[in-house]
């Protein structure tokens, strides 16, 4: 179960012991637009207090860019921290969407996913 306020999502469902690497993805489907990741961070951290933040260019953020508007634009990216005794992460990034259209497009046209691997 993922439960979600205005600052941070929970998980509390199967154990795990490590967070393997995180991946974020960016889309944009059926529509003239762009989603956009900039400014991205994750900070991982292990019970006995050893931490490591890994910072991502905006060069290399993600970006689903549909100058098209048929198909769908995706990109992807995975952050994979150096030491594998972490099981907490916290990941903050800036998100932009935009489309020059006129109409607004679907709900899911525009969107991004932060998805943990854990072992």
Same mark, same amino acid.
């Not at 154990?15 to 889309?27: D, E, G, K, Y």
């Given at each position: 179960?993922?439960?979600?306020?205005?600052?941070?999502?929970?998980?509390?469902?199967? /154990?795990?012991?490590? #967070?393997?690497?995180?991946?974020?993805? +960016?889309?944009?489907?059926? *529509?003239?637009?762009? @989603? =956009?990741? $900039?400014?991205?961070?994750?900070?991982?951290?292990?019970?006995?207090?050893?931490?490591?933040?890994?910072?991502?260019?905006?060069?290399?953020?993600?970006?689903?860019?549909?100058?098209?508007?048929?198909?769908? /634009?995706?990109?992807? #990216?995975?952050?994979?921290?150096?030491? +594998?005794?972490?099981?907490? *992460?916290?990941?903050? @990034? =800036?998100? $932009?969407?935009?489309?020059?259209?006129?109409?607004?497009?679907?709900?899911?046209?525009?969107?991004?996913?932060?998805?943990?691997?854990?072992?």
């Amino acid at each position: 179960m993922i439960a979600v306020d205005t600052d941070s999502a929970q998980y509390s469902q199967d /154990a795990f012991s490590r #967070i393997t690497r995180v991946q974020l993805q +960016a889309a944009a489907t059926g *529509v003239h637009g762009e @989603m =956009q990741m $900039r400014s991205i961070s994750a900070a991982f951290a292990a019970a006995d207090g050893s931490t490591e933040t890994v910072v991502v260019p905006d060069s290399s953020a993600p970006a689903g860019n549909n100058s098209t508007g048929s198909g769908t /634009a995706a990109q992807a #990216i995975q952050i994979t921290p150096f030491s +594998a005794n972490y099981d907490s *992460v916290i990941v903050n @990034m =800036q998100v $932009r969407l935009s489309s020059p259209q006129t109409t607004l497009p679907a709900p899911d046209s525009l969107r991004g996913g932060i998805y943990v691997f854990a072992a």
